[in-house]
């Protein structure tokens, strides 16, 4: 069972653009989401992450909505660029804090 | 550069035998997590260590993977008797220990080819 889902395979946006990646869990012990960004060849890196106290969480450009009663949260990118362009996987941890579960991931391409 | 490092970067390999990676991870990080990634899906969770103790398994791990985190440093993820399906990256993570969650920090793979 995907306790994490990613519907999305992939999104293209123009640059400039709003990117809006979106997630969905079904897990309800899940209290903390983090977003990871891998281009190819690299492994993941964290990109922001949000705590099921908060709503929302903003870093710059990146911004995760979190709302637990739909159990869906979204990254927006805004505004989007071309060195954007990557696989996005959101991932939630156990309690213990020592396993990720991954969705799919979305393959973002930003247009120039 | 002090990010976690993984040895080799590409493993071809022929149906039966065995494979060993390695992983370094930062040095300062007492726990270690090996991720498997196949095409199109998302890292799974194999296994985890805290310190050189094996704490979590997944069922992805058949007895066929071993892994090994002996001095609480490096650890080596080993495949005997590899198969088909066994072609996947293989990742490996670090991170700190305490009660707050903390980031695990990727390495860049390890990609396993299996003819």
């Known amino acids: 069972d995907q306790q994490v889902k990613q519907n999305s395979p992939s999104l293209s946006v123009q640059e400039g653009r709003i990117s809006i990646l979106n997630c969905d869990y079904t897990n309800s012990m899940f209290d903390y989401f983090l977003w990871y960004k891998k281009y190819p060849a690299e492994g993941p890196t964290f990109l922001i992450s949000?705590?099921?106290?908060?709503d929302k969480n903003e870093d710059g450009r990146f911004t995760v909505f979190l709302n637990k009663s739909a159990k869906h949260l979204s990254l927006h990118i805004v505004p989007s660029q071309p060195g954007d362009s990557a696989v996005y996987f959101c991932?939630?941890?156990?309690?213990?804090?020592?396993?990720?579960?991954f969705g799919g991931g979305t393959r973002l391409m930003v247009k120039p | 550069d002090t990010g976690v490092s993984q040895n080799p970067r590409h493993k071809i390999t022929k149906r039966g035998q065995n494979v060993t990676f390695r992983c370094d991870p930062i040095s300062e990080h007492n726990r270690l997590y090996w991720y498997r990634q196949t095409l199109g899906q998302g890292p799974e969770f194999l296994t985890y260590?805290?310190?050189?103790?094996?704490?979590?398994k997944s069922r992805l791990l058949s007895d066929r993977f071993s892994a090994e985190r002996p001095k609480g440093s490096f650890s080596t993820l080993e495949i005997q008797r590899t198969e088909q399906g066994d072609s996947a990256m293989y990742l490996c993570a670090s991170s700190l220990d305490s009660v707050a969650y903390n980031e695990q920090f990727f390495g860049p793979g390890t990609r396993l080819t299996v003819l």
């Open positions: 949000i705590s099921s106290i908060k």
């Open positions: 991932a939630a941890p156990n309690n213990a804090g020592n396993m990720l579960t």
């Open positions: 260590f805290q310190n050189e103790a094996q704490l979590e």
